[in-house]
């Protein structure tokens, strides 16, 4: 079945978020709806008439064959970008003729062939007014006597022009998805003998001014996970509303928190610390958006600076450690760490002879820990501060302030610690190492 596909761009009787995708029936009577060539795709954004199929139905041959037709004044409003088989798919099947009665029946499906989901505003949530099959013109009497009507039409409504008569088809077509049945019935005459008529299809869409995708994805989707440090550039590809690429077109590129990960003006994307951004990419009134899942990373502690934890000066990299992020804490430094705030990460690594000074602030270490073992070094406490440790099967060794267990250790090495040493729903397994408690 040969037709078109029509992106309007200010049909002001056609719903702001609504694509009206143009499908002309029909080619034969065994497949009134079926495929043909049809009108190729026009150049995205080109101004062109307003596309027009003349549908010829001989019930004496037994035939419904379609061509396009030339556009009548006034017609030159809209865009024309597609058609049956390129967007959209119109077929049918079971069709029937009864001549006593004069109803021509036949049932009709809809396929989605453009990216965006068609019947919904959101993605996924049906609109009120689903997918609307509707009559642009006709059913028109060429040969014969009589007059052919829509039998059982959803209702008469205004698109294009008042009193139209339209199917509706309430799902929510995915790409590629093909709706239930309709069955569609006109009334014909005996004494008809050929009739045309025009049908286009109005769907809402998420995205009506188009969209952009980042890695083939519509907007909103995931990447997954980046490490910190790591770059990656996602291809970015601007579209109209059914999916067409749009050339030239100049994309601006934004993070949602470049504390997580930045972006340049080429949209290369760089894995800060640990968290959750989204990159935005913008071209006019169209947009795309990916999410990134930066992962934990090791932070090496530099002490350039002093020795405030919270200061980035003072970790290789220039980023302080997030709660997913390991440490390592070398000896040789101009200053070691002193907690400014409560901190929690994965893993501590402290080297022996260095040291990590909570002060009043409490430690939370949910992974592995470990201090050298000779005395002075290690995790202290010149203030208040506690370690909880709150670990799932990790290991512990070194010297300790106070301490509080939450999780399940067990010992690979010596353990020094400091009194009061709380263990509250955890353990510490100490098979074959000393654990040392000064009080």
């Keep these: 079945m040969p037709g078109s596909l029509l992106l309007r761009r200010a049909a002001p009787l056609i719903a702001a978020a609504t694509l009206a995708l143009a499908a002309t029936a029909c080619t034969d009577r065994a497949n009134p709806l079926g495929p043909s060539s049809g009108p190729s795709r026009a150049t995205p954004g080109a101004p062109l008439a307003l596309a027009q199929l003349a549908c010829a139905a001989d019930l004496v041959a037994g035939t419904l064959a379609c061509r396009p037709a030339a556009p009548r004044d006034g017609d030159a409003r809209g865009l024309i970008v597609g058609g049956q088989n390129v967007y959209i798919r119109l077929t049918s099947s079971n069709l029937t003729y009864d001549s006593g009665t004069g109803e021509y029946a036949f049932d009709v499906t809809l396929q989605n062939?453009?990216?965006?989901?068609?019947?919904?505003?959101?993605?996924?949530?049906?609109?009120?007014?689903?997918?609307?099959?509707?009559?642009?013109?006709?059913?028109?009497?060429?040969?014969g006597s009589g007059t052919v009507t829509v039998a059982n039409a959803d209702g008469v409504g205004t698109f294009t022009a008042v009193s139209q008569p339209y199917f509706q088809y309430n799902q929510v077509l995915a790409q590629g998805a093909t709706s239930s049945a309709r069955r569609w019935t006109l009334i014909v005459p005996s004494t008809v003998t050929a009739f045309t008529f025009t049908v286009f299809v109005s769907a809402p869409v998420q995205y009506p001014s188009g969209y952009i995708t980042l890695d083939g994805h519509l907007p909103g989707a995931s990447f997954g996970s980046l490490p910190?440090?790591?770059?990656?550039?996602?291809?970015?590809?601007?579209?109209?509303?059914?999916?067409?690429?749009?050339?030239?077109?100049?994309?601006?590129?934004?993070?949602?928190?470049?504390?997580?990960?930045?972006?340049?003006?080429?949209?290369?994307?760089?894995?800060?610390?640990?968290?959750?951004?989204?990159?935005?990419?913008?071209?006019?009134?169209?947009?795309?958006?990916?999410?990134?899942?930066?992962?934990?990373?090791?932070?090496?502690?530099?002490?350039?600076?002093?020795?405030?934890?919270?200061?980035?000066?003072?970790?290789?990299?220039?980023?302080?450690?997030?709660?997913?992020?390991?440490?390592?804490i070398p000896t040789g430094v101009a200053n070691y760490p002193v907690l400014?705030?409560?901190?929690?990460?994965?893993?501590?690594?402290?080297?022996?002879?260095?040291?990590?000074?909570?002060?009043?602030?409490?430690?939370?270490?949910?992974?592995?820990?470990?201090?050298?073992?000779?005395?002075?070094?290690?995790?202290?406490?010149?203030?208040?501060?506690?370690?909880?440790?709150?670990?799932?099967?990790?290991?512990?060794?070194?010297?300790?302030?106070?301490?509080?267990?939450?999780?399940?250790?067990?010992?690979?090495?010596?353990?020094?610690?400091?009194?009061?040493?709380?263990?509250?729903?955890?353990?510490?397994?100490?098979?074959?190492?000393?654990?040392?408690?000064?009080?």
């Design 113 to 143: 062939l453009i990216e965006q989901p068609l019947g919904t505003t959101d993605g996924s949530t049906l609109d009120p007014s689903g997918i609307q099959v509707f009559f642009y013109s006709g059913p028109t009497v060429t040969a």
């Design 228 to 328: 910190p440090g790591t770059s990656y550039q996602p291809a970015v590809v601007v579209k109209t509303a059914v999916g067409d690429s749009v050339p030239g077109a100049v994309v601006t590129f934004a993070s949602s928190d470049p504390d997580c990960a930045t972006v340049d003006g080429a949209g290369v994307v760089t894995a800060v610390r640990y968290g959750t951004c989204t990159l935005t990419a913008t071209s006019g009134a169209r947009s795309g958006s990916l999410a990134f899942s930066v992962t934990g990373t090791t932070r090496n502690w530099t002490g350039a600076v002093s020795a405030d934890w919270n200061a980035g000066s003072n970790w290789a990299g220039g980023v302080v450690p997030a709660a997913a992020d390991s440490v390592a």
């Design 340 to 439: 400014s705030s409560a901190v929690t990460v994965a893993n501590v690594a402290v080297a022996d002879g260095a040291t990590l000074d909570l002060g009043s602030f409490d430690l939370t270490v949910y992974g592995d820990v470990g201090t050298g073992p000779t005395a002075g070094s290690g995790i202290v406490a010149s203030g208040t501060g506690t370690v909880f440790l709150a670990g799932f099967v990790s290991t512990l060794h070194g010297r300790f302030p106070r301490t509080t267990v939450t999780g399940t250790y067990s010992l690979d090495g010596a353990y020094w610690g400091a009194a009061p040493e709380t263990v509250d729903g955890g353990e510490i397994s100490v098979t074959g190492f000393e654990m040392i408690i000064v009080g």
